[in-house]
């Protein structure tokens, strides 16, 4: 499947801001399932200074330096990218989760896609007792770690509401979690807590998922959004499987990548500091464009 993305973001300030550094991770991610064929940044007003380096994930980082005195922001990333991403042709089988984390532990590799880099609680993953028990209840002796994590994301799906007036960016994961309200950064954030609590490796993806209007209804423009969910380690044959828990879905085409890390703060879309007093407002926009045949599902973003 082959996709037109547009990414807009707009700050406006209440003064004129002297100095702005952001740091973007905004470029749709480059591997065996995603081909990067496009991508154009503009920056208003224009950097003064402006660089690119791979991060610690494989995600490509863009550093901007705006001196220019303004009351304005504005980020726009325009990609194509293809995803060919295989369907997950069933979800029963396989190693059982005991065995995925004997396997996890004994990992010796430290390249990219290691389990090793997602087998430990961080700040926004970190350990509760609340949520390490509730990933429990699905993994039953021998079960299959997909299988059971698969229904985990079932039920979060079911068990928690999705509201996005409930959290914010740095809600705790056990504030999300005890509520039962949240957004899908919420939801892979508890899912990651519980699964690593089990001692299975996780790790948070940010991304694009492409929603579908209502029947008779046309899609808006800008009503797409960035996205969240889980990668999840099932063992050296296997490998890494995404699963949405905001939807309970199994990760395919309709996701776009755009980085992975142990949890929100490795891959936020856009972050960095102003110098400058007043009030901020932030708007976002993100168009999916499809440019070709595919299945409709609905979803939440």
Known sequence: MIYELR????????????FARCVLRVSPRAD???TVTGRRLVITPKPTQLHETIGPFGETVVSATIATPHNELKILVTSKVEVNRPALKQLFGGPAWETVREQGFASRSLDLASPAHFLYPTPMTA??????????????????????????????????????????????????????????????HIMISGLRGLGLPAAYVSGYLRTI???????????DATHAWVNVWCGETLGWIGLDPTNALVVASDHIVLAV?????????IGGVVLGAGSQDITVGVDVIPLGQDREIKALG
């Open 213 to 223: 209007p209502a029947p008779g209804k046309p899609r808006l423009e800008g009503a």
């Open 261 to 269: 890390g142990r949890d929100y703060s490795d891959v936020a879309p």
């Open 32 to 34: 065996v399932e995603q």
């Open 127 to 188: 350990s509760h007792r609340a949520i390490t028990a509730y990933a429990a209840q699905f993994m039953t002796p021998g079960r299959p770690v997909l299988e059971a994590a698969f229904a985990m994301a079932r039920q979060i799906r079911a068990d928690f509401t999705y509201d996005p007036a409930s959290t914010e960016v740095s809600t705790p994961v056990i504030e999300a979690f005890e509520a039962r309200h949240g957004v899908c950064q919420d939801f892979a």
């Open 7 to 18: 990414h807009l973001t707009t700050y406006k300030y209440g003064r004129s801001v002297p």
